[in-house]
């Protein structure tokens, strides 16, 4: 494609300049409008300078990919209301061998739940409870929040749903989730394996410190005084049986010391221990308060007043102590039908998530079959809305609709950089020597989505290069163009972990650290630098190989 008009070119450049300002440095000084808004205008430009008409840029909208974002996002929040990421936490913990054991967990567990619940849900979820496991074992949060975010990265590039790089990949490129998958699979398990290798190598010896007793004493004294406030089913047994004793004996005194008029009472008397044999059970139930006083306060003084008042008219003692043992057995049918409802409460909440990833494992094996990967995740997150059977609107606000518009925007702006004819001319230039079927075309192209992804950020890197790339490609084969379409997916997304400033999931990961609550940490850019430029080097060389 040649070069538009001077006029077209220059005004086009000023409005993806200004959009990359503003997507790159969100709080520029000068015009802090943040992102979303940035791609918005950015979009406005280049209709208003006319290097795009408004049926151009309504088209240059990619719904599907859109759609497929939207899915996969609502699908993430009714897997996080279903627990499903507790489940991985607990998974994170369970049998934890020490540090080491617990970086490698990280690493995998991170790598897997990005590359099937979108890296961001992941990053989010996880971040917290990386902060806690390393707080509670006085170990340096640094390596683990490493291991997150950066496992996270090489992990999303597996799946078209992991992050939304791949997922304009997916729907321009045509190419089916299961062909996706086995694509960069092997690529990513080798990658995690030596990122993991990588971390431990360098933060070895943080890793080896044990905790100390004087945290060890702390943590189990918490735990005792958590403990010491908590309902105990053994310590209401012991004193659900000693007050029980307590009753026995006083109708044992009764029996051996009662009056003539008392004994004129052991029919009631009789009826009362009955009714203890019998509800002996549920008495445990009752709380510890609502038992002491019905027994204390009531039943036991209405008991004492028939052995101490021999002479009072038969009537009246009965009917007291038959007052309240009705009470008692008031308290505990309330509290035997609060226990049935909550039984039944819970068996339903089970049985919801059960359905709840029922419906995930059914989206994930028709993606793999080659159904259309958009109308897919609508669907799959339809279901759950109506599973869910509540007003949907809480659980749908939790989807990143800003995300959505920044994603409109950078659609529109792209396609209009792209009606410059700068980009066509650059790649020109650039093709002869970044054949896919050569070794070094490979490294070449790799170089060159490595610095573009971190200078204008890796989604506008795939719209700007995807089908430049490929239609080269596509010239030498049909295999080669697939090719070229996972290794655009396989760097744009791991040259995320070559700065802090470049990925996603690092940007959430030190935004979820520093607002954790009472758990804040700050990751600093060289600390991460140290560890993300040999990463980031390695692993891409690794998958550079492996793709096939």
Known sequence: MALASSVKVVLGSLAFAIFWVLAVFPAVPFLPIGRDAGSLLGAILMVVFRVLTPDQAYAAIELPTLGLLLGTMVVSVYLKKADMFKYLENLLSWKSKGAKDLLCRICLISAISSALFTIDTSCVVLTEFVLKIARKNNLPPEPFLLALASSANIGSSATPIGNPQNLVIAVQSKISF??????????MLVGVVVNALILLSMYWRSLSIQKDETDAAVDVVEEEDVDSHRFSPAMMSH???????????????INEHGSPNVHGNMGHV????????????????????????????????????????????????????????????????????????DLTIRWQRMLWKLCVYLIT????IALLMGLNMSWTTITAALALVVLDFKESRPCLEKASYSLLIFSCGMFITVDGFNKTGIPSTLWALMAPYAQIDHASGIAVLAIVVLLLSNLASSVPTVLLLGGRVAASAAVISAVDEKKAWLILAWVSTVVGNLSLLESAAYLTVCEEARRAPRLGYTLSFWSHLKFGLPSTLIVTVIGLILIR
């Open 178 to 187: 299961g062909s996706f998958l086995s694509g960069i699979l092997p690529a």
């Open 270 to 341: 009789e009826t009362i221990r009955n009714r203890l044999s019998s509800n002996e059970n549920e008495i445990h139930r009752v709380p510890c308060g609502t038992l002491d006083s019905a027994r204390n306060s009531s039943a036991s003084k209405e008991l004492e007043d028939v052995v101490s008042s021999p002479k009072r008219e038969e009537i009246i003692p009965s009917k007291t102590v038959v007052r309240s043992m009705d009470r008692l057995r008031d308290a505990l049918s309330i509290e035997s039908s609060e226990g049935k409802e």
């Open 239 to 253: 004193i659900t049986s000693s007050n029980s004793q307590e009753w026995y004996s006083r109708l044992e005194t």
């Open 361 to 364: 494992i059914g989206m994930l």
